[in-house]
């Protein structure tokens, strides 16, 4: 359904280009729930944000594909891009308070892609007695999924007026208006309690369920991953440094930074200190050639400084970019291959 191919965006700064987003390659197909976890500033709503191609200036894409059913994304002019965006690929953004208009009511919001992609005919001015009845209808359902409760009167409030979980849901309203094939998250369950966070995910839970649309969801929180998603790829500086299923990776990581993000997680009812991966991140407008976790890595060899390891193939579909882990320590072709886009 969605092919991402060496997808690379930049941030230009008085230092040099930022490297948000190195050469990611993702597959998803039709009802697959994918999570991207890693630390802040590694890159996955970059990643997310250069699919839907709405990168903030001056940040820009600069190179890769993203095809969906066939079409190349990256080439599509303005109009184009507009009309897949909400109906075919929705996102949900990572603030709500932010995201959500103070001055319109929540049902304006809400009906406002419909109307963009022609679930409702025309504008406000041009819209007939009976189509914004069905409007009124179709937005007070859609609340109603998400569990808003009252939306017979609740579409008429403005955000201010909900709670940061609700306003969540009002969000997730929107990306579902015109039931895309594909849904975004971008960290959904941010700032909220766990009481709401349990509810938001059920609810996309049961979207993926119902509906068979795609899931990627974006977090920092390996717990969440664990509960909701079926594959899980480890982003680390711009780069997708581990992939695979998801109990596979949290069970038997393979990459270094991997292992680091579970040894750093408290366990109910073990008293042992934390281990925290040593070292600061790496500044990603002056990124050396060799592997960018190199100075915090305890495995670390000779040749991670000298060269950037590819994403290889292990056994068990597993996808990891390590020098030794990835079998060529020595810096020559080791067990794995490298990874290609249809993986």
Not at 34 to 61: D, F, H, N, Q
Not at 111 to 126: I, K, Y
Not at 151 to 165: A, D, I, K
Request: hydrophobic share 40%; aromatic share 4%; proline share 7%.
């Amino acid at each position: 359904m969605l092919q991402v191919s060496g997808l690379s965006t930049v941030y230009p700064t008085t230092r040099g280009d930022v490297q948000a987003v190195r050469g990611v390659d993702l597959t998803l197909r039709e009802g697959d729930v994918l999570a991207i976890v890693g630390e802040s500033g590694c890159g996955k709503s970059a990643t997310l944000l250069s699919i839907m191609r709405l990168v903030p200036y001056p940040g820009r894409v600069v190179a890769g594909s993203v095809v969906f059913e066939g079409r190349d994304l990256m080439s599509l002019g303005p109009r184009e891009m507009r009309e897949v965006r909400g109906r075919d690929i929705a996102m949900v953004f990572q603030d709500p308070m932010t995201t959500l208009n103070p001055a319109f009511r929540v049902g304006d919001q809400i009906a406002e892609s419909l109307r963009v992609h022609g679930f409702l005919p025309g504008f406000p001015a041009s819209l007939t007695r009976r189509s914004r009845m069905r409007e009124r209808e179709m937005v007070i359902d859609l609340m109603r999924q998400v569990g808003i409760p009252s939306p017979e009167t609740r579409h008429l409030e403005y955000p201010h007026q909900f709670s940061g979980g609700m306003q969540q849901r009002i969000l997730i309203a929107i990306a579902l208006a015109c039931k895309p094939k594909i849904l975004l998250a971008d960290e959904p369950t941010t700032a909220l309690d766990v009481t709401i966070q349990a509810q938001v995910l059920d609810l996309m839970r049961e979207i993926n369920q119902t509906t068979g649309t795609a899931i990627v969801l974006v977090t920092h929180d390996l717990a969440v991953a664990a509960e909701f998603c079926r594959e899980v790829a480890v982003m680390y500086a711009g780069q997708i440094v581990e992939q695979g299923p998801i109990d596979a990776v949290l069970e038997d990581p393979m990459h270094p930074y991997t292992q680091g993000l579970l040894r750093s997680i408290p366990r109910l009812g073990e008293r042992k200190p934390l281990t925290p991966i040593m070292g600061e991140v790496p500044d990603l407008a002056a990124l050396g050639p060799g592997c960018s976790f190199a100075p915090r890595c305890e495995v670390r060899r000779p040749c991670c400084d000298i060269s950037q390891p590819e994403l290889v193939t292990l056994e068990g579909h597993r996808l990891v970019r390590c020098h030794v882990r990835g079998g060529n320590a020595s810096g020559r072709p080791g067990a794995g291959h490298r990874a290609t886009g249809d993986q």
